[in-house]
């Protein structure tokens, strides 16, 4: 491919009309249900050079497909190729960057100024974000990115409400930020523990989470001035009990006390709509590439109708609480606000057991409504039963609860269950439903 000299953004779009709702998608069916539930765009991870390895991640095949599927919802798709590249990742990077730009992907999140070199050099088509990763805090930062061409910057999560507004003031750039997900207890994710208890490079996709593991502290009991061997300190770490005769370690807590973690509680910004705009936020980023179909679903949605509501009247917006009880369903960890107000302290983090809201299973899925019976094909996606409660929500203001009558196969036998995956079923139900629309139950 012929190379191109770098066009420069000079501020003719340093201003989205209305905030862009930017979804993760672990995956092509949760690219789907990003899109159908709301989100202006969705980002996804390639096989190569992204930081969440674990997800299961899109094949070129895929990404056409989910490119194809949200463009008839005027959504687009953004893959995130954020690893710190070490010289053995370079290799290849330029077939990987032209296969994005053919299968129609609108930007890539890039962090390592080589990749960002690269591409803004071999397919000035495919537009570059500068990434979460490269901790840009500050309105001079953000001016120099945008002096190499990037039309957008994702803000560390370090960045206050005051700061982003400054950046705004100074600098003609779209501004991205996480509103919503897990935060890292490390320094916009520039965290090195997974590397050393479990040689997975944190910086290169194989982040095992350390800090959300729990931990037990010791007080090493051996007289003082004792000598210890390198041999009995390797003993001692796999079975600190004893690091040799008449010597012990003393646990610094009670058998019933709390183990200690290093998480964070989760962000979330719902109930701060009209500050983010206000401040300039272009762009409202959901982390969560691992999580549920259930958890985007729901979450896309609250923040889809938050964000309609105060666009189509600011002076009168009012946050409705049901918004804030569905983002409750999804929740996994405590909620607060992150840096954008204050810098968090040991308030923020969870030491003790988590308080979760009561979880939800995604139990099936609505394929087809008939007005006439007022029954509707379900696909199954956890096991459900007659007698059960239920609640139906979707995209278009769907929500009611209901306890499930009787079911039947396609073929109109009564089941006792919908017991098998992806198993479709009829039933009826007590207000219309539509296409995408899902079922959920307590666990």
């Not at 309105?139 to 039309?151: H, Y």
């Not at 207890?185 to 490079?201: A, E, I, K, P, Q």
């Not at 964070?264 to 300039?280: F, N, Q, T, V, Y």
Request: with cysteine.
């Amino acid at each position: 491919m012929e190379t191109m000299t770098k066009p420069q953004f000079k501020g003719k779009r340093y201003r989205l009309d209305k905030p862009e709702l930017l979804a993760p998608a672990g995956n092509l069916e949760k690219l789907k249900f990003a899109v159908h539930y709301g989100a202006d765009a969705v980002y996804i991870g390639g096989q190569k050079y992204g930081l969440r390895s674990n997800a299961d991640n899109f094949s070129f095949e895929e990404m056409r497909e989910g490119v194809e599927f949200a463009k008839k919802y005027g959504a687009k798709v953004f893959v995130a190729t954020n690893i710190y590249a070490h010289n053995e990742d370079v290799a290849g990077i330029e077939e990987y960057l032209r296969s994005l730009y053919e299968a129609g992907i609108a930007a890539i999140i890039v962090a390592d100024p080589a990749i960002v070199d690269t591409a803004r050099r071999l397919v000035p088509g495919l537009e570059v974000h500068l990434s979460t990763q490269q901790s840009t805090l500050n309105w001079q930062a953000v001016s120099f990115w945008k002096e190499e061409g990037l039309p957008r910057v994702v803000l560390g999560r370090e960045t206050s409400l005051e700061e982003i507004a400054e950046i705004k003031q100074h600098v003609d750039i779209e501004i991205e930020s996480f509103i919503h997900g897990a935060m890292c207890s490390s320094y916009s994710g520039r965290c090195v523990l997974s590397n050393h208890f479990t040689d997975r490079d944190s910086n290169r996709g194989g982040c095992c989470q350390s800090c959300r593991w729990k931990y037990d502290l010791f007080e090493d009991a051996r007289p003082e001035g004792t000598w210890v061997s390198e041999e009995d300190q390797a003993e001692a770490m796999a079975s600190p009990k004893h690091l040799q005769p008449g010597v012990t370690q003393l646990p610094l807590h009670l058998p019933e006390d709390n183990q200690f973690s290093m998480g964070s509680k989760d962000l979330c910004m719902l109930e701060s709509i009209p500050d983010l705009i206000e401040a300039g936020i272009d762009s409202f980023k959901i982390e969560g590439r691992m999580k549920s179909i259930h958890y985007v679903a729901t979450v896309v949605n609250a923040y889809r109708k938050a964000i309609d509501a105060y666009m189509a009247d600011p002076e009168g917006y009012v946050l409705k609480p049901e918004w804030l009880e569905e983002l409750q369903k999804a929740a996994n960890r405590p909620l607060n606000t992150g840096f954008f107000y204050d810098t968090p302290d040991h308030e923020d983090h969870i030491y003790e057991p988590e308080e979760k809201a009561a979880p939800y299973d995604f139990a099936g899925l609505v394929l087809e409504y008939d007005a006439e019976t007022g029954t509707a094909l379900v696909q199954q996606r956890n096991h459900f039963k007659p007698g059960q409660e239920v609640e139906f929500f979707g995209p278009d203001n769907t929500f009611f609860k209901q306890t499930v009558g009787e079911i039947w196969d396609e073929e109109g036998n009564p089941l006792d269950a919908a017991r098998h995956p992806l198993q479709r079923i009829r039933m009826k139900v007590d207000h219309p439903v539509a296409y995408f629309d899902m079922m959920r139950k307590k666990k």
